[in-house]
């Protein structure tokens, strides 16, 4: 063995002790984000879990202007019951939100909606799903009926269904490759190299209408089933860019939840588990950039000095001054006008005789004859009397809602700016928006938008924003997303 040389050991201590030192108290760890949704408060969940800076060194403030939390994960409550208004449905394979609800220790339930479909095209309907049996049925009696009414979806729309699974299988495959372990994903600065790296980038340049028959999916499917499905989770038709249909085909798979209370609670408990200095009722009317710092200003006349800041809100509709200016492309939300009715709907309106012949889950198809998006049930309190909610693109006027209602005892309207308009092709503004450390978030949109991108993106930023500040080796410094058992027993 060599022998051990006493005399140097001191000098290299020092020297190791005086370089983490350093490195500690010189990095930027001031972070300022605009916005307390899903993607602001995964981020701060992310930079607080992924990162070699020591927590003690990290400062994060989040910024809300309206006085909840959540953003677009809010709830309403319609006669004292708690709905999504916002975003209400996670998929199965969403493993960022499924780790959330995990380790925040909340509970998942089935979303908000039916069984039972009919397709309504403003004078009748062209097509309905069978009615489900009652609860207490056997399990023999539900298997027929689940036999039954696949039959009935092959009859009307043949084998045309099976390539539309495959076909929103592979788009999860893909999208799966965002779960891989970091050391073996790049950290991305734009949006185009994040999709091109897992062979997404193409959908975004054509329309889904495009992208369905060249996978050789029927008209028909296309025209009824998908237009729904499309309708009803983005507010568009299927001439929207492919890869957020796809993303709303995906949204139809059975393997769907919601969280029990409302999914703003993700929001508010990644918040209330990473502690950042939290600011309601407090926008953010500009961000300037002074060399060394951004300073930001608020609607209370309050300045901020921040060392990075993370805009995590559209910017499409938000008045915010940068300076120097910043150039994005120009994006057009889409907003979907939510009613919420607690009351009974009209069968005459439909065409029918009973209440009872109208399905719990009323899509609509393309066409001037109709008014809304669709119409589900999200309660039943007695035979005549329930809970809906109504997607439309604009809002719907008392005149036709006493046409659709024969009763309305409550009702709600919200106006959501939801998501953008989808159009091929579509530009990305990137994630970095300066040469410095003013980042973005919601331009990941452009491609889809949900809650699970919202946490992707976040995801990515943070490793984009950790990377720069310490200017060395993605794999020395990202550390893999902890498990719940091992949040559950660190003292984060």
Not at 159 to 180: A, C, G, W
Not at 254 to 260: E, F, I, P, Q, S
């Given at each position: 063995?060599?022998?051990?040389?006493?005399?140097?050991?001191?000098?290299?201590?020092?020297?190791?002790?005086?370089?983490?030192?350093?490195?500690?108290?010189?990095?930027?760890?001031?972070?300022?984000?605009?916005?307390?949704?899903?993607?602001?408060?995964?981020?701060?969940?992310?930079?607080?879990?992924?990162?070699?800076?020591?927590?003690?060194?990290?400062?994060?403030?989040?910024?809300?202007?309206?006085?909840?939390?959540?953003?677009?994960?809010?709830?309403?409550?319609?006669?004292?019951?708690?709905?999504?208004?916002?975003?209400?449905?996670?998929?199965?394979k969403n493993l960022h939100a499924v780790r959330f609800t995990e380790l925040l220790g909340l509970d998942r339930v089935e979303p908000d909606g039916a069984d039972w479909l009919g397709i309504w095209d403003g004078s009748g309907f062209v097509f309905k799903t069978l009615k489900p049996p009652p609860d207490d049925s056997s399990a023999i009696w539900k298997w027929l009926y689940?036999?039954?009414?696949?039959?009935?979806?092959?009859?009307?729309?043949?084998?045309?269904?099976?390539?539309?699974?495959?076909?929103?299988?592979?788009?999860?495959?893909?999208?799966?490759?965002?779960?891989?372990?970091?050391?073996?994903r790049p950290v991305f600065k734009t949006v185009e190299e994040m999709l091109k790296w897992n062979g997404l980038y193409g959908l975004t340049q054509i329309t889904l209408e495009e992208v369905l028959i060249g996978a050789d999916l029927s008209s028909r499917l296309i025209s009824e089933l998908v237009t729904v499905i499309t309708r009803i989770n983005y507010g568009q038709s299927?001439?929207?860019?492919?890869?957020?249909?796809?993303?709303?085909?995906?949204?139809?798979?059975?393997?769907?939840?919601?969280?029990?209370?409302?999914?703003?609670?993700?929001?508010?408990?990644?918040?209330?588990?990473?502690?950042?200095?939290?600011?309601?009722?407090?926008?953010?009317?500009?961000?300037?950039?002074?060399?060394?710092?951004?300073?930001?200003?608020?609607?209370?006349?309050?300045?901020?000095?921040?060392?990075?800041?993370?805009?995590?809100?559209?910017?499409?509709?938000?008045?915010?001054?940068?300076?120097?200016?910043?150039?994005?492309?120009?994006?057009?939300?889409?907003?979907?006008?939510?009613?919420?009715?607690?009351?009974?709907?009209?069968?005459?309106?439909?065409?029918?005789?009973?209440?009872?012949?109208?399905?719990?889950?009323?899509?609509?198809?393309?066409?001037?004859?109709?008014?809304?998006?669709?119409?589900?049930?999200?309660?039943?309190?007695?035979?005549?009397?329930?809970?809906?909610?109504?997607?439309?693109?604009?809002?719907?006027?008392?005149?036709?809602?006493?046409?659709?209602?024969?009763?309305?005892?409550?009702?709600?309207?919200?106006?959501?700016?939801?998501?953008?308009?989808?159009?091929?092709?579509?530009?990305?503004?990137?994630?970095?928006?300066?040469?410095?450390?003013?980042?973005?978030?919601?331009?990941?949109?452009?491609?889809?938008?949900?809650?699970?991108?919202?946490?992707?993106?976040?995801?990515?930023?943070?490793?984009?924003?950790?990377?720069?500040?310490?200017?060395?080796?993605?794999?020395?410094?990202?550390?893999?997303?902890?498990?719940?058992?091992?949040?559950?027993?660190?003292?984060?």
């Open positions: 063995m060599a022998p051990f040389h006493s005399h140097l050991f001191l000098p290299l201590l020092l020297l190791l002790l005086f370089s983490l030192s350093s490195l500690s108290t010189s990095l930027p760890t001031s972070v300022c984000v605009i916005g307390s949704g899903i993607g602001g408060s995964s981020l701060s969940f992310f930079l607080q879990n992924q990162t070699a800076i020591p927590t003690s060194h990290l400062s994060i403030r989040v910024f809300e202007r309206r006085g909840r939390i959540g953003g677009r994960t809010a709830s309403v409550n319609l006669s004292g019951d708690l709905f999504n208004a916002g975003a209400s449905i996670i998929h199965g689940g036999v039954a009414d696949a039959l009935l979806l092959v009859k009307r729309y043949g084998l045309s269904l099976s390539t539309m699974q495959r076909f929103v299988k592979d788009l999860l495959d893909k999208f799966m490759l965002f779960y891989m372990e970091p050391e073996k299927v001439a929207m860019s492919g890869l957020a249909g796809a993303v709303a085909l995906a949204g139809s798979n059975a393997d769907l939840w919601t969280v029990k209370g409302g999914n703003w609670l993700l929001a508010k408990g990644l918040l209330e588990l990473t502690k950042p200095t939290l600011h309601l009722h407090e926008g953010i009317e500009s961000i300037s950039d002074k060399g060394d710092h951004y300073l930001l200003t608020s609607d209370k006349g309050k300045e901020y000095e921040c060392d990075v800041t993370v805009v995590a809100t559209p910017l499409d509709e938000v008045n915010i001054t940068f300076v120097p200016p910043v150039s994005i492309p120009y994006r057009r939300m889409q907003h979907t006008y939510t009613t919420f009715i607690r009351g009974l709907l009209n069968p005459k309106y439909f065409g029918l005789s009973s209440i009872e012949d109208i399905p719990d889950l009323v899509g609509t198809i393309e066409t001037p004859n109709v008014s809304f998006s669709s119409v589900s049930i999200l309660k039943q309190y007695g035979e005549r009397d329930f809970a809906y909610k109504i997607f439309s693109r604009s809002e719907l006027d008392d005149t036709l809602l006493d046409q659709l209602f024969s009763v309305r005892r409550d009702t709600i309207r919200i106006d959501w700016p939801a998501y953008p308009h989808y159009k091929a092709p579509e530009k990305f503004a990137p994630f970095l928006l300066d040469e410095r450390h003013l980042y973005y978030i919601n331009t990941f949109e452009s491609a889809a938008s949900c809650i699970e991108t919202s946490a992707v993106a976040a995801e990515n930023v943070a490793r984009l924003i950790i990377s720069r500040l310490l200017q060395s080796s993605t794999e020395q410094n990202i550390k893999p997303l902890p498990t719940s058992q091992e949040i559950l027993h660190s003292d984060l």
